[in-house]
């Protein structure tokens, strides 16, 4: 069993920038694909980015490869989402997930998930 809490969300104006940060308890080892989701309102959820968390490689959907920029710090078991040059079409609630290996942007790979949290990106 995996427990992940996100924190960070916000409104923010566009162009601006937010850090989402998941707290990450339990199995982390056996689930080493850790990876961020976002859905909104009437879409489905879409993959954004993940990493392999023993060994950092990491992989980014094309529609936030550039902006976002997905990290961990093993030592505090925090994944991180770093999102800049945020555009209204961001607006989402965000997920962290995890899952076992291999890692890729699917949501049936992920068996764990978070609450999310909102974002928020006014014109």
């Known amino acids: 069993q995996v427990q992940l809490v996100e924190s960070g969300g916000g409104s923010v104006q566009a162009g601006g920038s937010l850090r989402l940060s998941c707290a990450a308890s339990?199995?982390?080892?056996?689930?080493?694909?850790m990876g961020w989701f976002r859905q909104a309102p009437g879409k489905e959820r879409e993959g954004l980015a993940h990493?392999?968390?023993?060994?950092?490689?990491?992989s980014y959907a094309d529609s936030v490869k550039g902006r976002f920029t997905i990290s961990q710090d093993n030592a505090k078991n925090t994944l991180y989402l770093q999102m800049n040059s945020l555009k209204p079409e961001d607006i989402a609630m965000y997920y962290c997930?995890?899952?076992?290996?291999?890692?890729?942007?699917?949501?049936?790979?992920?068996?764990?998930w978070g609450r999310g949290t909102q974002v928020t990106v006014s014109s």
């Open positions: 997930a995890a899952g076992p290996l291999p890692c890729d942007l699917a949501t049936s790979r992920f068996r764990y």
């Open positions: 990493i392999y968390t023993r060994g950092g490689g990491t």
């Open positions: 339990g199995d982390t080892y056996s689930n080493a694909c």
